[in-house]
Every structure is written in C-alpha cells, then in structure tokens.
C-alpha cells in the first residue's frame, strides 16, 4: 500500500475541515485533506449555499407572481412560469464556482487534497480508499483533525427515499410536487417550507413542540408565524408523527391523541442533525463522547493528544461559522501559536421570511444567568427603510447588562436581518456598551438605524418611537 | 535609500525549505555585511545565514519555528542607494513571502503585513508597543497598572475585544487577573502591557510557597527540539525495541584508563570510558555483522557494514543530536577520544557539517556520572542497536569466598527485534563484556 506521511491530516472538507487545511498550509505546515464527496462540505454542497440560492430564486418568483395579480408598487407583469430544471442548473453553478474555488484555495496553500473515504487506523494513522476503485493509501501524521460534519437525521418510521425527502433531496427537486409536507418547524424544515410554498407548492408544517422555531423565543418567531399563515402554509404543532403511506400520506397524531392523515406528494424530514461519528474508525480511537459528539477542550483538543476536532461532530451550534474559526484556531496551534477558541458569541442565522438574528444572550437567557439586565426594541414599522422594501414587520432587540449597560446580545427578525449579524457579532466581541452604539453614527435610510434606535431606546433616548 | 530584500539562499544538497530556529537581530537593528542574521535548521544542522549587505533591519521574514522555502524573503533592510526592492512591487513579493512580515513603524507601508492575525509571533516577548512610560505614573497611572485583586467571579469572562485576547494568548496572559480600566472593566492592549511589564501576578508580591498558582506556558516544540521528537517517535513507532542490560566489572578497565592518562595524558590527551567502550564496539561487532546495520523496512533490506561509524549521543543546549565518528574501526585509543571531542564540540556549537551528522551505523549512548543503573535507549533510526552505559559505581564483590570492592557498570542496550535475535544480542553484549573487563583483549589481534 503507498504510504504517505504528513504533519497535519485533516479528515473531511467541509468549512471546518478546508479552512483549517488552507491556513496549516499558509502557515507552511504539511498538510493533507481528504475528501470522500466534494470539497465545501454539507455548506457548500447540500446546505447552507444551496438552500440560500432556492430561497433566493423563491422569494423573485413569489414577487413576480405578486406583480401578476396587481402590485401597490404599480408594477404590472404577466403570470410567470418556473423552469424547475434550469433554477436548479442555476443553484448548481454557484455550487461549482464555490467548490472550485475551494480547490483553488486549497492548491495554493500547497495542501494535497486526497479524493476518498478515510478509515482511522490509529491516532496517527489513516488509510485512505479512493471513492473510484483507486488503490487505498495509507497517511501517517502527526496531527489528525477531525472535521467530519453531520449528517441529517431520518425517521424510523420514514426511512429517506422516495417520497420522503431529506433536506439534501429538497434542493435538487426533478419536479415540485403538489403538496408538501415538512417534518419538523426548526430552521431548515420552515426555510425550505417557505421557499417551496412561495413556488407554489401546497406546503403543511408538522411539529411536536407548541411553536415554530422552537429554539428560540417566542416574541422573537411571532412574526416568522404570522408570515407562515399569511402565505398558506398550513401549521399543525404539537403533533407527532407517526408514519407515511402513499395513499393517504402522513399519519399525525395531535395532543388530543386525535389521529389523522395529511396528503403529500412528497414529505420532507428535517427533524435535526447529529454529528457524523461511525462508519470511518473513529471508535478504535475511543476519545471521550457525549452522547454521539465528540468532546473537545478550548483548544479543540480532543482527549487523545495529537487528535483535534472541529465543526459539527463535536456537537451543537452545528453552524458553518463556527467551524472555520475552530479549524483556523487548530491550525495556528500546530504551528506553534498560543490559540484558544474562545468567541463571546456566536452568530446564529434562520433565512426564513422574514429572517431571524440572534447573537449572544436573550433576555431570558440573560437573566437566567443571574445578570440584571434591560432590553429594548425597535420595531421595523418606525424606520423609514424598512417601509421602502415594504418589510416594516419585524424588530431588532438589544440585551445589556443593566449596571453598566455592556451588551449582552442582540436579536432581529425582519426582512435582510441575517446582513446586521455582523454589527451584532462586532459589539459583542468589542465589549460595547449601548452607548457606544446609540452614539455611532448609523446611515440614513437604512436597517441599521433600528439598531441604533434599540440601544437608544434601551437608555431612554428614542428618537422615532 | 532603498530597501534590500535578502532572500533565503539555497544551501545546497537538495534542501527546499529550513526551520527557522533564531533570530540574532531585530526590526530596528543596524546589521553590518556578513554579520549573522539568523540561524536556519536543515535536516539535521544548523546553518548561520550572514547578511550580504550592511542595512537597517526593517522586517523579519518570519517567527522562530517556521519554515521557509528557498528564495522567500528573509529580511528585509532599508539601505543606501537603491537596494534591490522597487516600491510598486514592495506588496508582491511580501505576499509571496511564506509568512507576515514582521514591520517596523517605519517601514514602508507596503512591507506591511495586512491581516492582523497573520502577523507572526515575536520569537521572544515583544516589546509593548506603548509600554506605560514610569514617568507617567502618578496615581492615574498607578489605578491603571494595578492588577486586579482577584480573579473575576466564576463563569465572568473578562471584557476584552479579538485583539486584545489573541494578544494576551500569544504572550501567555490569563485576562482574568488583568486589570481592564476601559469602560466596564474593557480590558485594552494597554491594559495588558502594563500587566506584562509589572509581571502581572498578584502572587509577586509575596513569594509565600504557599499560594495557589494558576500559570501555565506553553512551549513550541520548534528546531532541534521537533527534530528530536520526529526522530524518537518514529523510532519507538517503527521499531520493537528490546532491551538488555548486562552488569560489566570494569575495575581492570578503569585501573588501565586512569594508568594511560597519567603516563600520557599530557601528550596525548585524556582518555575517557568512551574510547574503550568504542574499540570493545568495534572489536565485538566483527562477530555480529547484523547489529552494525541499518534497516530499510520500507524497501525490506538490512544493509549491514564492514565500517562502524560510530554514532555518540550528545547533549547540546538545544537537545539530542547524535554526531558520528567515521570508521571507528581505523581509531585507536587516542585519535578515538580525539575525534569523540571534536564532533561532539562541531554538535554542542552548531559547527557540525551534514556528513558528521548522518550516516551512523551503530549508537553509543551515555548520561556520564548521571547514568542512573538502567536505562532503555531508543535505537536512532535505522539503525538497528544502540548501547547504553550507565553509571560506574564501588561496589562489594564476593571473589574467591571473600568480599572486595569493585567498580561496576551496566550497559543497558536496545537492538531491533525484527532483524536482531535476543540470543544475538545477549551475545554481543557478553563479547563486549569479556573485552571491557580483561581489557588486554582489546589490543590482541
């Protein structure tokens, strides 16, 4: 078997697993990646991207439609027509370009990508097998990273296939079906519920908790509700699923115990991800777990020496973001810097209509932590805008320490929210107070005057409320 | 004025790329030609790489541990007359370099590194950029310096931005005992300056035993130190060590070694255990041609050699490194000590040349006085034996029914259990026994 050697083997690339790769490679570490699918991971492939560019194409189709049947913008068009094969040869290019360019990265920073599945021998070593019957080579390193991802979780009762979609299998439709069902009211299953209901499509939501985004809090996902109903989608929470046939489609039983069925051409289950641990030797390493993540340190360190982790696999915030600052942590560590990874928050996005922002703490979560805190809110329907675009829906909400008034953690739900993440995330890390946003000159007409507003309000200083 | 890039040259025998191990100047530093800049770190030795124009330092090409190709840029200096840099290509060749350059205020801005956390650690801890001038004390500056008094509640993360705590993690700093005098409590660089120049702890002013202490560092395993650890974990990963240690009464031994040295110590230089250790070697080996090899398990086959180049472990400032005295066999006594002191000097300096540093068939190895009664040697891969020696000690001997005092040694040797048999082994160690402790043997052809 062709034996190869290195310093630093990355397993997976994916956010995590690529950016980690690139900066070893700057930083002149030897560095080998593999990769049994395409490079970019569940984010570039079958996630994150992708679903953004269904959304997006959704989102011009529903306009266009709007436009049809008489617009207050006095815009007046025809009925339009999707080409189903050529929005998906669209969301595909921009697939191809990002993962091209992840190659291009991963060249220049000198890694060797090696196209295949890994199965770990020991802490130190790796046998690669090629994905096309290409003869199997073993890798020997002194660093392993772990940067496997996750992978979605199905249902016992509705195996994936066929007629029952997993989230990867919703991005690449042949056809769109009639009716819809979707599994499961988290972020994935009402972003590619809304974006499927605004092509058209019969969509009805299944949930087992009383709400829709259940993670977060209620005040926050009211107008996420709101917009469900306005546009058709049908909403049957605190129901739990109990199994699929054809001609009468999903079998539901609500909190009553009452049963029915719900007609679907199609069912999609996206009732969580759990990280992807077995099937490549990870358990001969036996490293510590909880539950089915892999437990890491503050540096990423697993409890083997030599063994990292990053991204996904070692549990929730499963979020790309997260992932590509652990693996530029872990890489500068191998090159000898002092790193932790120590962020003060991290950015959470939800890219259903209208979009959800949360960083940092919540007022509950604020002072479930025993900290004192006021919080204000600035809704969209006072910035001038917001009225524009005609997304007046919607708030930005800030959180602060009520001694010192240091921020604590902001939220937003309205129209392009998911673009103030960066505001938010920079406050927090820079250890702002409310003044010192209430105080920084916001543009004019923007968004982001709402978040000025909100630290304004939340001193009692409002100006346009 | 102009600005000269010095550019890593190629040093020859194949190398692409070197550790960069030290540093001898500083942005800032005026260098005169040929004065050594830095120190490089091939596959085994260390190489001094002069500066080939007098100048002023105004960036360094990288940080102790890093690895340069050959040809990227080096140093960088600000000289007179034109230099060797054009100014519209200042920014291209900085980013072609591996790393961030390393600027100083007053380099041009250019040279400058652009993403601040590409900028490299100083090999050692930096100067504060605007370290807390004494005169500028007063009681503000006082309130500013002092650390806090205790650590923040548990679970309460110091307030500090990005940059601020990727500093404090390059030099080692917990900011949960730095004092943040920002706006609630903001820990600023400032702030942690002035806690790196007060020598931060708390515990510094009273040096009771006796305190909880909290530091930790963490060490680079960079240069020398990384070659050393590359080469022991491939040697236990790669090769099933046996060991074998064997009691040896060198009282004979010693009694001719000290008699030598006082005959001709002044001529012909002192002798040493090790000469005789490597002519016993030597002389043993010629039984057991399979222990004086090297094993390419890769391409399975044991070279096995007439010569023994003798690898001596030595201990030099910066770690292990095992120097080799070549055809052992052709030395006596004297031109063995000789050539023992001279490449364990060119090892201990840096001076070695690459051929003195490579090419050992067979390994000695000894702690000295230090040498402990035991001790499980790592083979230097490939080869396939090292002999350890342990200390010489007095001890009490039943010889013919009545107790004498004897010195006594163990060597504790490692042999390569694939291509070396134990009895083998066993034997070649009682050949080198029977040598040491009737020592006339050594000198009989």
Redesign the interface.
Known sequence: MKELSTKLLVIGGGPGGYVAAIRAGQLGIPTVLVEGERLGGTCLTIGCIPSKALIHAAEVFEQARQHATGSPLGIRAGEPTLDLAQTVRWKDGIVQRLTGGVGGLLRKAGVQVLQGWAQIEDGKTVTVRGADGQAAQRVRCEHLLLATGSEPVALPSMPFGGAIWSSTDALSPDVLPRRLVVVGAGYIGLELGIAYRKLGVEVTVVEAAQRVLPSYDEELTQPVLESLKKSGVVLHLGCSVLGWDEQHGVHVRNARADEFALPADRVLVAVGRRPRTTGFGLESLQLDMTGRHVVIDAHCRTSMRGVWAIGDVTGEPMLAHRAMAQGECVAEQIAGHNRRFEPMAIPAVCFTDPEVVVVGKTPAEARAAGLECIDAAFPFAANGRAMTLEATGGFVRVVARKDNHLILGWQAVGRGVAELAAAFGQSIEMGARLEDVAHTIHAHPTLGEAVQEAALRALGQALHI | MGIYVIRMPDIGEGIA?VELVAWHVQPGDVVAEDQPIADVMTDKATVEIPAHVPGKVLALGG?V????AVGAELVRLEVEGEGNLKENSASALASQA??AINSVANAPAAAAPAPA??AA?APAPAAPREAPAPAAGGARGAARTAPAAVARSA?E?P????AV??AA????IDLRYVHGS?????ISHEDLDAWAASAGQPAAQGRSQYVERHGEE?I???GLRRKIA?KM?EAK?RIPHFSYVEEIDVTELEALRQRLNQLHGATRGKLTLLPFLARAMVLALRDFPQINARYDD?AGVVTRYEAVHLGVATQTDGGLMVPVLRHAESLDLWQSAASIARVAEGARTGKAARDELSGSTITLTSLGALGGIASTPVINHPEVAIVGVNRMVERPMFQGGHVVARQLMNLSSSFDHRVVDGMDAARFIQAMRALLETPALLFVE
Not at chain 2, 65 to 68: A, F, I, R, T
Not at chain 2, 159 to 162: F, I, K, R, T, V
Not at chain 2, 169 to 172: A, K, L, S, V
């Open positions: 790329e940080a541990g890093q690895v340069l591996p790393a956390p590409a650690p679970g993360r307030l500090a931005s990005p705590r990727r993690q390059e030099r080692g920002g706006p609630a409590g903001r963490q680079p395993v960079i590359q974990q990963r890769d």
